[in-house]
T-cell receptor, first 117, second 113 residues
Framework: KNQVEQSPQSLIILEGKNCTLQCNYTVSPFSNLRWYKQDTGRGPVSLTIMTFSENTKSNGRYTATLDADTKQSSLHITASQLSDSASYIC????????????????FGAGTRLFVKA | DAGVTQSPTHLIKTRGQQVTLRCSPKSGHDTVSWYQQALGQGPQFIFQYYEEEERQRGNFPDRFSGHQFPNYSSELNVNALLLGDSALYLC????????????FGPGTRLTVT
């Protein structure tokens, strides 16, 4: 069964501290993995996207890693800020020729991050 | 270049009513996907439209239907609304030839009373 599991479900950290969010997946075939940030009541915004051959990608204070062998990814946030408080969603996609249906995208439930002053 | 836009922003309906939500994709995108996101949950895939046809569908009843227009914009229709249909409805657009990377709109918050 194609699944994406994220941990922890929620996390509280102090401003300025670092944190790491985890994502395990069983989606097959694998095409790419993305991390999104979603503020409450808003649409998700892409942070990083990684394909099978990439094992790390950074976007400012966000660094994502991918281990395609163990089917695990992590999102590391450095020097957290109050504005980092949001849900972080891991999304794994399988891409097919569009005539067969396009692609399959499986979303994790997200990790809710609270950054406190 | 406008990103993905959705309307309306918020909507309140009564059980049994019907609702239509609208989405305009990002410029250059030809594929539109719709998602339902309940409070505290990840988005759940409803269906995807490409070339004005429904190409994929998630595990949602026939009360959920959609349409894509020649300009690639899309509508989501929900009939016979239930309280459980209250959620944030997200539209995502992508270009079929670019690995499916999706760009999300801000969402429509639907409340069914």
């Amino acid at each position: 069964k194609n699944q994406v599991e994220q941990s922890p479900q929620s996390l509280i950290i102090l401003e300025g501290k670092n944190c790491t969010l985890q994502c395990n997946y069983t989606v097959s075939p694998f095409s790419n993995l993305r991390w999104y940030k979603q503020d409450t009541g808003r649409g998700p915004v892409s942070l990083t996207i990684m394909t099978f051959s990439e094992n790390t990608k950074s976007n400012g204070r966000y660094t994502a890693t991918l281990d395609a062998d163990t089917k695990q990814s992590s999102l590391h946030i450095t020097a957290s800020q109050l504005s980092d408080s949001a849900s972080y969603i891991c999304v794994v996609s399988s891409v097919y020729p569009v005539y067969t249906g396009g692609f399959k995208t499986i979303f994790g439930a997200g990790t809710r991050l609270f950054v406190k002053a | 270049d406008a990103g993905v836009t959705q309307s309306p922003t918020h909507l309140i309906k009564t059980r049994g009513q019907q609702v239509t939500l609208r989405c305009s994709p990002k410029s250059g995108h030809d594929t539109v996907s719709w998602y339902q996101q309940a409070l505290g949950q990840g988005p759940q895939f409803i269906f995807q439209y490409y070339e004005e046809e429904e190409r994929q569908r998630g595990n949602f009843p026939d009360r959920f239907s959609g349409h894509q227009f020649p300009n690639y914009s899309s509508e989501l229709n929900v009939n016979a609304l239930l309280l459980g249909d209250s959620a944030l409805y997200l539209c995502a657009s992508s270009f079929s030839g670019r690995g499916g990377e999706q760009y999300f709109g801000p969402g429509t918050r639907l409340t069914v009373t």
